[in-house]
């Protein structure tokens, strides 16, 4: 469970470009489910994503995941509940142009000082069941559209995150790509994993797999759906 309390964002604290990007948020979002946010351009719903996976800290109110404040932690101990906790897949996927496949995927658990035979064998298992274990030594620039995006996935999963994080990640897929996406989100929820996602894509927050939709406006919360 992840549960958030008054939390408020602002941005450019005290000067005149001041933003509240965020305001008394009170939030909680179920465990091996999928959520997803939804809202115009400006709604904050990516500031509050940011904030559910340690990315950014809030200005006031606390965050807390499985009882756990995190909302407070110092930096080093924040760090290690990104890496362990969550797994990120941005809008533009962020794979490393230059290196191959596998190498993209493994890079994340590096840091964690893995053996690196253990580490190659769960990076290519990975790629396995996405689908991608004959790309796994072709550099990244070559990968069509969805494969990227399931090599993003990939290097999501790496360190066998138990929640994925996704902002806008059917932006730039047609709509095959979209529903082959989706049937993946739904795979990795029957894993018992927690899927959240922020979207402006109707073919997303309208799926069968949504367990729960939050619609954000202005900074708050103006609707909350099952």
């Given amino acids: 469970m992840i549960s958030l309390q008054s939390v408020s964002k ?10 509240q990007a965020l305001r008394d948020i009170d939030l909680e979002i179920a465990p091996r489910a999928v959520t997803v946010f939804k809202g115009p351009s400006g709604s904050g719903k990516t500031t509050l994503l940011s904030i559910v996976g ?38 533009r996927f962020n794979l490393i142009r230059g290196l191959s ?30 689908g991608l274990g ?3 030594d072709m550099k990244v620039e070559y990968l069509s559209g969805g494969e990227t995006q399931r090599a993003a996935i990939a290097r999501a999963l790496i360190n066998d995150a138990r929640i994925l994080i996704a902002d806008e990640p059917t932006a730039n897929l047609d709509t095959e790509l979209t529903h082959r996406f989706l049937e993946i ?39 909350a759906f099952a």
Wanted: charged fraction near 25%; glycine fraction near 8%; hydrophobic fraction near 40%.
């Fill in 101 to 130: 496949v596998l190498e993209n995927v493994m890079l994340p658990a590096v840091p964690l000082g893995p053996d690196h035979a253990a580490l190659r064998r769960r990076a290519l298992d990975r790629l396995e069941q996405l």
């Fill in 134 to 136: 004959a790309k796994a």
């Fill in 10 to 19: 602002l941005y450019n604290e005290g000067r005149p470009n001041e933003v």
């Fill in 54 to 91: 340690c990315m950014a800290r809030p200005s006031t109110g606390r965050v807390f995941v499985d009882g756990q404040m995190v909302s407070g932690l110092p930096e080093k101990f924040l760090t290690e509940q990104r890496r362990t906790t969550f797994g990120f897949v941005f809008q």
């Fill in 185 to 223: 989100v739904a795979a990795l929820r029957d894993e018992g994993r927690t899927v959240i996602m922020t979207s402006h894509d109707p073919r997303i927050w309208e799926a069968d797999m949504v367990n729960a939709v939050i619609e954000m406006q202005d900074g708050r919360i103006s609707g």
